[in-house]
């Protein structure tokens, strides 16, 4: 597999872009890969999505989200994710699990609804051969999106379950700053539970509200080769996804975000498009 064969871009790095003309960009530009959201699939219609990905050619290597099992634990939404996700022909649904419930304070015993959700929501997603993989998020998330801040907090949650049904995404912007990260990657490897890989870098300052920081490639801080190489090593022959969330691309013509997006990827896995197709240099 060669790494463009294994470059995916996140719907919502180009939000600003419909789902036709997303589909059409990444045809254009030789992008093999989609991750989608639930909501802008909704939006467009649960089986158009799935028509228009498919006749596109394109694969779904994501469904974002399910999850936030702490504040809203409505398992109905989850099951219905998974339904989604086969529909879509992806075998993953990422999961942000969910903060500290209303008035909470105690992580660990958030964490202990997490794991309580997920023995309920597993056998149903197995069951349609869809796996569930734990996201974890920076610990500024932890109080009110994700009570999940490291890759060990997440594999512990998946250790009860079988690795084919319940893993991890490995997301830079998210474990860049642990020192137990690149550990806790090989263990998931060896595990067989890196169920995908995200890229995104670390910009500062922060905007205010910090979700919608996620820089571009190339623009942090971040090692991301390293990270990629890390990946590789433990393994991991999956799709490399690349999410964004940044006003300052959403702003911006969302074709040329995308194609400065496909180009920076092709920048970082040393990739160069054959003569008269895809990127231009």
């Not at 999940?148 to 690795?163: E, G, I, W």
């Not at 893993?167 to 060896?190: I, N, S």
């Not at 799709?239 to 300052?248: A, S, T």
């Amino acid at each position: 597999m060669t790494d463009l064969a294994r470059f995916s871009v996140n719907q919502m790095t180009v939000k600003q872009l419909s789902l036709p003309e997303l589909t059409e960009g990444c045809v254009r530009l030789g992008i093999p890969g989609v991750g989608l959201w639930r909501g802008p699939v909704a939006e467009y219609g649960l089986e158009a999505t799935a028509e228009l990905v498919r006749d596109a050619g394109l694969t779904v290597t994501t469904l974002c989200r399910g999850g936030f099992f702490t504040t809203a634990a409505d398992l109905d939404d989850n099951r219905a994710a998974v339904d989604e996700a086969v529909t879509l022909g992806t075998d993953t649904l990422v999961l942000v699990s969910g903060g500290l419930p209303p008035g909470g304070r105690d992580l660990a015993a958030a964490r202990g609804l997490i794991a309580d959700a997920l023995a309920e929501l597993v056998p149903y997603a197995a069951e349609r051969g869809v796996r569930l993989a734990i996201e974890p998020l920076h610990p500024m998330y932890a109080a009110d999106r994700c009570a999940v801040s490291t890759l060990d907090q997440a594999l512990d949650l998946a250790a009860p379950f079988p690795a084919g049904q319940v893993g991890v995404v490995v997301d830079t912007y998210h474990v860049w700053w642990d020192d137990r990260a690149p550990a806790a990657v090989a263990r998931a490897g060896e595990q067989g539970r890196i169920h995908a890989f995200q890229l995104a870098d670390w910009t500062t300052p922060l905007p205010a509200g910090v979700l919608n920081g996620r820089g571009q490639l190339g623009d942090g801080t971040i090692d991301l080769r390293a990270w990629w190489d890390r990946l590789d090593a433990a393994g991991y022959t999956g799709p490399v996804e690349v999410e964004l969330f940044n006003d300052e691309l959403w702003a911006r013509d969302g074709a040329e975000v995308l194609e400065e997006t496909a180009r920076r990827f092709g920048r970082l896995a040393g990739w160069r498009p054959r003569s008269g197709r895809g990127i231009p240099e």
